[in-house]
């Protein structure tokens, strides 16, 4: 069964960082397309960055510049770095992956950017 396991969120002020991680099991990890996915109160979920199984990346236009995806294949993990938030980035932020036609999530993490 995937299990995915997001942590790192919290509050910061507009202009802060923070950095989001995921844990993986019950996927061969390196083998798999990771994805980040947020959604705020009364909106969609939204994709927000991609990293491929070969460590290519790809950003919404809205974080294009400011957030970073990385992977470690060793320890199973996603991360999305965010640098330079903005209050219109809060959304409970979701690890994401897809097996077999099947779309899996997380719980998920509040990230909320606040004065």
């Known amino acids: 069964q995937v299990h995915l396991v997001e942590s790192g969120g919290g509050k910061v002020q507009p202009g802060g960082s923070l950095k989001l991680s995921c844990a993986a099991s019950g996927i061969n990890f390196r083998l798999f397309a990771m994805h980040w996915y947020r959604q705020a109160p009364g909106k969609e979920r939204e994709l927000v960055a991609t990293i491929t199984s070969a460590g290519g990346t790809n950003y919404a236009d809205s974080v294009n510049g400011r957030f970073t995806i990385s992977r470690d294949n060793v320890y199973n993990r996603v991360y999305l770095q965010m640098n330079s938030l903005k209050p219109e980035d809060t959304a409970r932020y979701y690890c994401?992956?897809?097996?077999?036609?099947?779309?899996?999530y997380g719980q998920g993490t509040q990230v909320t950017v606040s004065s």
């Open positions: 994401n992956t897809i097996r077999q036609g099947n779309s899996f």
